[in-house]
T-cell receptor
Framework: QQKVQQSPESLSVPEGGMASLNCTSSDHNFQYFWWYRQHSGEGPKALMSIFSDGDKKEGRFTAHLNKASLHVSLHIRDSQPSDSALYFCAASEHGSSGNKLIFGIGTLLSVKP | AQTIHQWPVAEIKAVGSPLSLGCTIKGKSSPNLYWYWQATGGTLQQLFYSITVGQVESVVQLNLSASRPKDDQFILSTEKLLLSHSGFYLC?????????????FGPGTRLTVL
């Protein structure tokens, strides 16, 4: 079973709309969570990190973490066509050797003009 | 500013042939380096990591090997390619080995094995 599970697998929202992506982990050793975004044909780029319970807001992006339930979400307000990409949730353990990141399968976001 | 360069951009190779992919990081001394593999449209799987020159740790066995001959260079190779090696290979770096440090990815190499 995947240690980091994401939903939905794909999502379509209209331009200006709200996109909500979810991530759940099955491993309580995970302490650090990341959202990465990958545009087609490019390497992924970190959008946000979240390490503490609660919300973290950066511009149009808000991440939420509930450590008790190991649930992480990402909300994109006022979605733009340029936000269309593959979004990965990634998690790592405190003190993991080699800074091992475990990635989910991704959510493919499409923002329609 | 740090830059990460991967070569080649893309490769088409025959099953059973050798492979060598490279990665160079400029503007950062003694970074931690990583190799990832991504199936088309799929998740990322960490393959190797290196904390220092000459030291490489394997995370998953895929009949591949990695080496770090210089502080800023990371090489991924195999003597005999399999069809299952097709995919997108990504090199990444981070400041330190701590789990709270962001990993920065390169542009990737697209490998097609026929």
């Amino acid at each position: 079973q995947q240690k980091v599970q994401q939903s939905p697998e794909s999502l379509s929202v209209p331009e200006g709309g709200m996109a909500s992506l979810n991530c759940t982990s099955s491993d309580h050793n995970f302490q650090y969570f990341w959202w990465y975004r990958q545009h087609s044909g490019e390497g992924p780029k970190a959008l946000m990190s979240i390490f503490s319970d609660g919300d973290k807001k950066e511009g149009r992006f808000t991440a939420h973490l509930n450590k008790a339930s190991l649930h992480v979400s990402l909300h994109i307000r006022d979605s733009q066509p340029s936000d269309s990409a593959l979004y990965f949730c990634a998690a790592s353990e405190h003190g993991s050797s080699g800074n091992k990141l475990i990635f989910g399968i991704g959510t493919l976001l499409s923002v329609k003009p | 500013a740090q830059t990460i360069h991967q070569w080649p951009v893309a490769e088409i190779k025959a099953v059973g042939s050798p492979l060598s992919l490279g990665c160079t990081i400029k503007g950062k001394s003694s970074p931690n380096l990583y190799w990832y593999w991504q199936a088309t449209g799929g998740t990322l799987q960490q393959l190797f990591y290196s904390i220092t020159v000459g030291q490489v740790e394997s995370v998953v066995q895929l009949n591949l090997s990695a080496s770090r001959p210089k502080d800023d260079q990371f090489i991924l190779s195999t003597e005999k390619l399999l069809l299952s090696h097709s995919g997108f290979y990504l090199c990444a770096w981070s400041l330190w080995g701590g789990s709270s440090y962001e990993q920065y990815f390169g542009p990737g190499t697209r490998l097609t094995v026929l």
